[in-house]
């Protein structure tokens, strides 16, 4: 009967989480259960659910709690409880000490991330599986991705006048907070499976801008503007793609690989991928210069390019213009080529979600009655 009780919880939660901007679809096989049982005891899964993804103070969060659940605690044991929720990756915090406030987190990009340097394989091989049934569809499913595409500045030709929001060497240079690097959770986990990274031994790769939720857990180490570079550098030469934030401030930039990240992995499932990608350039093969030698192939992380009659052919279904196979090429036989029309990201996070609801849940009147649910 308590187990009755408690998956019935965690649906509850289930459907609450849904309603975000990246929701968090049912399955039939119910493994996004399993995923919640993961990340929440019982008590802690009717926390979360009184939370949305406004900060809330512990005071407010334990009266919704009495409210919704007629269950009694002090201001204090509802701080203890949603201080270890956040500690545990499953919970946003803002504030200062003595004064925070908390926030539910998506699962990606969030609670799947925090969760980094504390996997199980149980954990990653649930994950994989929820990837796979719905929550693929559901990252890419509004069009307007939580991620963007930057080319490799080796592989930008000098005629091309790259927007700033683009140029990742150039935010970088520029940008004022702190700079921080973590572990990448989708190298680890796959590592952690048995199936390490086939693009690069090192897993210390994702680029975080500023963030005190992972300060605040330990789980990033602080970097010089020059260590930074050095990382892109890196990422270069070992055939890596950068994914910075879909914003003009990007909160993070992460350096996939299409053998273990899980949005290139998803993305590549579908008939033409490069649909799915913001992304303002594509590669093209000056054919009278290629002496097809395969060496962009391996460099490709979306499985764009083949050889025919001993010239490399490019799938635009299928390119997202990274700029790997520009930059390795003997010949120069390839090049990236700027879209006609410009892909412009937005401002910022907060605009970026709003713009993803209004996609999700498109007429105006049914997006506001959304923000309220969310907002509270």
């Known amino acids: 009967m308590n187990e009755i009780k408690d998956n019935q919880i965690y649906r509850q939660l289930q459907k609450h989480l849904d309603n975000f901007p990246i929701g968090f679809p049912a399955t039939k096989s119910g493994v996004e259960i399993e995923i919640l049982k993961f990340l929440f005891n019982p008590l802690q899964a009717k926390i979360a ?15 919704r709690l009495q409210e919704r659940f007629d269950l009694e605690m002090t201001e204090q044991e509802m701080t203890d409880h949603l201080h270890e929720m956040f500690m545990n990756g499953c919970l946003e915090r803002s504030g200062k000490e003595g004064s925070f406030r908390y926030s539910n987190a998506m699962l990606a990009i969030g609670m799947f991330e925090y969760h980094v340097d504390h996997l199980t394989p149980e954990f990653i091989e649930n994950m994989n599986k929820y990837f796979d049934e719905a929550f693929a569809e559901e990252f890419h499913r509004t069009g307007v991705p939580q991620l963007r595409t930057s080319p490799h500045m080796k592989a930008i ?52 801008f500023g963030s005190k939720n992972y300060a605040e857990r330990e789980q990033v180490r602080e970097i010089s503007k020059e260590e930074c570079l050095a990382i892109l550098d890196r990422a270069e030469r070992e055939g890596l793609v950068l994914q910075p934030g879909n914003t003009m401030e990007p909160f993070a930039i992460c ?31 000056i054919l009278d210069d290629c002496i097809g030698c395969g060496i962009c192939i391996n460099r490709c992380q979306m499985e764009a390019i083949t050889i025919d009659n001993k010239k490399a052919i490019i ?43 209004q996609k999700k849940f498109g007429k105006r009147r049914e997006m506001m009655k959304m923000l309220k649910t969310l907002l509270g």
């Open 315 to 357: 799938d635009l279904g299928r390119c997202i213009g990274c700029g790997l196979c520009v930059t390795t090429c003997p010949t120069k036989a390839m090049k990236l080529i700027k879209k006609a029309e410009e892909t412009i990201p937005p401002k910022n996070t907060a605009a970026l979600y709003m713009k993803i609801l």
């Open 49 to 63: 659910s009184c939370l949305n993804l406004a900060p809330k103070r512990p005071g407010k969060v334990q009266q």
């Open 255 to 285: 350096i996939c690989c299409s053998c273990c990240c899980g949005v290139l992995t998803a993305a590549k499932h579908f008939p033409e991928p490069a649909k799915l990608f913001a992304t303002n350039y594509f590669a093209e093969v």
């Open 157 to 208: 030709a000098p005629e091309h006048k790259i927007a700033t929001y683009d140029d990742m060497r150039h935010y970088v240079k520029n940008v004022e907070k702190p700079i921080q690097v973590a572990n990448c959770i989708c190298k680890q986990g796959e590592a952690m499976l048995g199936k390490p990274c086939k693009q690069t031994d090192d897993y210390e790769l994702c680029l975080i």
